[in-house]
């Protein structure tokens, strides 16, 4: 039996929710983190200060995330991006300024009563931003995840580069990854006699 692929944001979307969020100070690092590795939503929220920032307030990488927060506790290192060091360096001075706690066992994701947010504001707040985007359908924070391993394999074309990207024990887990996008099923089969 066939996967059904897993709903992806399209670039356009994407661009638009990290538009929309461009001004929320914790909003916005929480799904470019999300696009740019593919952290699943419960370590993203279980991360700490210290896992991503050296204690200067300079962004690690790669970061390694604790068995605890992560699926099946299977520890792993994600690296970051050129872009995401540039949005975390700002990130630090926006929690220095609003006070978060800055050591290394805090939350690095704190609600406004300072304390680590819940998985249900970070899909509450996803719902919102994409209502404010205008998005016709609207997706599961999950879809972030999904988006980023597709965006991997789509560029390498490497089941195993997208394999160790997305923490997969087996390759054949990230086979649901290598499904065409419409654009793409559209330019393959418009010009078809039939």
């Keep these: 039996m066939l996967c059904p692929s897993p709903p992806t944001l399209t670039r356009t979307e994407q661009r638009t929710i990290l538009r929309v969020s461009a001004r929320n100070l914790r909003d916005h690092p929480v799904y470019s983190l999300a696009m740019g590795t593919g952290l699943r939503l419960s370590e993203i929220v279980g991360l700490n ?9 300079l962004p690690r990488t790669p ?27 700002k990130f630090w ?7 978060e706690g800055l ?3 805090d939350a690095l994701f704190c609600s406004q009563r300072r304390t680590r947010i819940s ?26 995840r999904h988006s980023a391993i597709t965006a ?10 997208a394999q160790r990207f997305a923490r997969h024990v087996s390759p054949l887990t990230t086979t649901v990854y290598t499904h065409p996008s419409d654009q793409e ?7 078809l006699n039939c």
């Design 93 to 99: 001075r926006q929690k220095v300024g609003t006070r």
């Design 152 to 161: 991997v394999y789509r560029a390498s074309r490497d089941l195993f580069l």
């Design 63 to 89: 970061i390694r995330l604790r068995p605890e927060i992560v699926k099946n506790d299977r520890a792993g290192d994600v690296f970051l991006r050129d872009a995401l060091l540039a949005k975390f360096r």
């Design 119 to 144: 998985p249900r504001r970070v899909q509450f707040s996803f719902r919102t931003w994409q209502v404010r985007g205008g998005f016709d359908r609207l997706y599961p924070f999950h879809s972030l």
């Design 185 to 191: 099923l559209w330019a393959s089969v418009r010009w």
């Design 49 to 57: 200060t210290g896992e991503v920032y050296l204690p200067k307030g």
């Design 103 to 105: 050591q290394p066992e």
